[in-house]
């Protein structure tokens, strides 16, 4: 309930609809029969209610905390992965194909009144897409992202809640967000600034500040790609203002995160700095119990520390970059692999920079073997094109072409 932002009412109307396809018959599930699920009072619901709570979740009820009749309570653990249900989303779609990701928008089994049921679906469209993200960069998500902002707004103009109402144009620009990060991850700019422009309006139509920071987090991102470091840092400083970083120390982290970049690339390093001193002060703050939307599960110590290696690479400190990137490696999920290497990938300038042409030649060689079988994304390939600049700029001319030649193929097959 946390997590989707659910109040007792809302699930019973989701348990309620579920029933009702399941059975034909609308459920009866009231708000106190959910405060006894909550309280322990009632441990093990209705067959039916059992059935209907799996479908709207997509958990079986024993995971939601709900004990066989004769069976003594468990002692309450959190679970040994948090990130379990994500890979379990990504198992599902693991087998779409790279080029071209297809997801499915099934509407419900007969016309009825839109609520928290549909949002929950929704939102799970929202993490596959994820998965795939994490698991190999965002590239080729756009157009499943962009139908699945379609389909929020379709059932958006049907019968439903203001509050429903609210969270479809939340999920849509979402999902109209993700489908900028797609563009940006696979180095395409031009067009995910439309994206970002309309994910803003549907943000502010839902009245979610943190959609909002969402947005204005991409759009210093694709500043910042574009070179265009001064709309960066402003795009990170409307971050900063969004009411949700007033509430969270886990979102102001990421905004003082991505300001810190954008000033160290606009060569204001001691701003910089100051605000990567911040990001760690907030993020220190952060509860990492607490649920989290999708989008924001990649932040946290291991992102923080690779956009350290960033900012301190960027202002001329290799050594401290090199360190701030082994930990971010260190404490990186194994199912982050886009994120793994692109990490190794300013490891290897990171000790380029400090004139290590060997060790970051071999660092560098790392990237295509972490994402082998996978196309490396228009953003990795721009970083690693970096690189070879660099290459050949600081290191002996046999190195450089030795490096060009090795690599060449695999640079050209992905």
């Not at 309620?16 to 909550?38: D, H, K, M, Q």
């Not at 509050?163 to 999902?175: H, K, P, S, T």
Request: with cysteine; net charge positive.
């Amino acid at each position: 309930m946390a997590a989707h932002q659910m109040s007792a009412c809302e699930l019973a109307d989701a348990v309620n609809r579920a029933i009702g396809l399941i059975t034909g018959r609308p459920g009866t599930t009231s708000e106190r029969t959910v405060f006894r699920w909550l309280s322990g009072e009632s441990r093990w619901p209705q067959a039916r209610q059992r059935r209907a709570l799996e479908s709207v979740t997509g958990l079986p009820v024993t995971a939601l905390g709900f004990v066989p009749r004769g069976k003594p309570t468990p002692a309450p653990a959190r679970p040994k992965d948090p990130d379990m249900r994500r890979r379990r989303l990504f198992g599902a779609a693991a087998s779409t194909a790279v080029a071209a990701v297809s997801l499915t928008w099934p509407a419900p089994a007969r016309a009825s009144r839109v609520g928290t049921s549909d949002v929950i679906r929704l939102r799970d469209g929202v993490e596959r897409l994820l998965a795939l993200d994490a698991e190999r960069g965002g590239h080729g998500l756009e157009q499943a992202a962009l139908a699945g902002a379609g389909e929020a707004l379709r059932l958006q103009q049907q019968s439903a809640t203001q509050r429903v109402r609210q969270r479809l144009y939340a999920l849509a620009a979402d999902f109209t967000a993700t489908a900028a990060w797609s563009l940006i991850d696979a180095g395409r700019l031009d067009g995910a600034g439309r994206h970002l422009d309309r994910a803003l309006a549907l943000a502010g139509l839902a009245q979610d500040s943190e959609v909002v920071l969402q947005v204005w987090n991409l759009r210093a991102m694709l500043a910042r790609q574009r070179g265009d470091f001064p709309e960066a840092v402003a795009s990170a400083q409307a971050a900063q203002k969004t009411a949700i970083t007033r509430r969270s120390p886990l979102h102001a982290s990421l905004a003082h995160a991505r300001a810190a970049v954008g000033l160290a690339h606009g060569g204001e390093t001691r701003a910089a700095l100051r605000c990567l001193d911040r990001a760690e002060d907030a993020l220190a703050k952060a509860d990492p119990t607490q649920p989290r939307s999708s989008w924001i599960v990649f932040y946290g110590p291991a992102e923080l520390y690779s956009l350290t290696a960033i900012v301190r690479d960027v202002v001329g400190h290799p050594e401290q970059a090199e360190a701030a990137s082994h930990r971010a490696l260190a404490a990186l999920p194994d199912t982050y692999r886009r994120n793994r290497a692109y990490t190794t990938a300013r490891l290897a300038l990171a000790q380029l920079h400090q004139g290590d042409v060997e060790q970051a030649c071999a660092t560098s060689g790392e990237v295509f073997t972490i994402m082998a079988g996978t196309p490396l994304p228009g953003r990795m390939r721009l970083l690693l094109g970096d690189f070879q600049r660099d290459l050949l700029a600081q290191a002996p001319a046999a190195s450089a072409y030795a490096w060009m030649d090795r690599y060449r193929t695999e640079w050209s097959s992905s």
